[in-house]
């Protein structure tokens, strides 16, 4: 679902719903196609008046690439899954683009993107995982105990375009009761020179989410891209886990599922929305 806030010689303006489960939950982003080229403080400025976690500005180069940048109402970041889907979903509605694969030019790489009848496939940044030794300040900052983390799984940062902390717990309860204190998570995230924490469990071969990052101002994200990737990325990493085909489910404890799909296309992994 879309909808068309400003019609302009220089840009044409849109909000966007992506990752909803039928017909509801979701992430909005603001989506600005641009026409010409815009000065960063005009960008920063649309983001900030605008007041979505993220906007994006895209910029067409040639038939099959498209240039994006992003940003929160505080500052430009370097990559946002919901909002590039967002972006390739409204090149589609608009008629730009149609069914097939295109690049989306990023500040650091080029990424692939699948354009399917029903949904959008976003290609994820090589995946990287890291150790992490703040566990003890991490458990406090949400107020989980050692007991209440996955048996099976650790804590580590995982990497898909953006630093994440991914978290474990239990089951549902632990993650839907959790005691966040976002001026520590804020703390630890910068430490870390991560974006925020991704926390998680898996019940029935379904992961259930949810997602902090107060550093950017984004106290609880509804539904994210790039860190579900990260999480796909390393439970691929871990035989008991890996799957080519994954749905994640983030925002259980606002009363409206979002629903992130990942898949495994030819060894790379990719995140992806319905529409």
Request: include cysteine; glycine fraction near 8%.
């Amino acid at each position: 679902m879309y909808t068309l806030l400003l019609l302009k010689r220089r840009v044409m303006e849109f909000i966007v719903n992506v990752f909803t489960h039928n017909g509801k939950g979701g992430n909005k982003a603001g989506v600005v196609m641009l026409k010409e080229d815009i000065l960063k403080g005009e960008c920063q400025k649309k983001a900030k008046e605008l007041g979505f976690s993220e906007t994006v500005f895209v910029k067409k180069i040639s038939e099959k690439i498209f240039e994006l940048k992003f940003y929160t109402p505080q500052c430009e970041i370097e990559f946002c899954g919901h909002a590039s889907l967002g972006a390739f979903y409204i090149l589609k509605k608009t008629g730009i683009i149609e069914e097939g694969e295109y690049i989306e030019r990023l500040n650091f790489k080029d990424l692939k993107v699948r354009v399917e009848k029903r949904e959008i496939f976003l290609e994820q940044d090589s995946i990287k995982i890291e150790g992490i030794s703040e566990i003890e300040q991490i458990l406090n900052s949400i107020g989980v105990k050692k007991e209440e983390l996955h048996e099976n799984l650790e804590i580590v940062i995982g990497y898909s375009g953006l630093r994440d902390i991914l978290i474990p717990v239990k089951n549902r309860k632990v993650l839907n009761n959790l005691k966040i204190d976002l001026e520590k998570i804020k703390y630890i995230s910068k430490d870390c020179s991560a974006v925020g924490y991704h926390v998680y469990t898996i019940e029935n071969n379904r992961v259930y989410c949810r997602n902090f990052a107060p550093l950017y101002g984004i106290d609880e994200e509804a539904a994210t891209g790039s860190s579900n990737g990260a999480l796909f990325g390393y439970l691929n990493t871990i035989e008991r886990y890996k799957s080519d085909y994954l749905e994640f489910f983030q925002g259980e404890n606002y009363g409206a599922c979002s629903k992130i799909t990942g898949r495994v296309i030819d060894g790379k992994i990719y995140v992806g929305s319905e529409f």
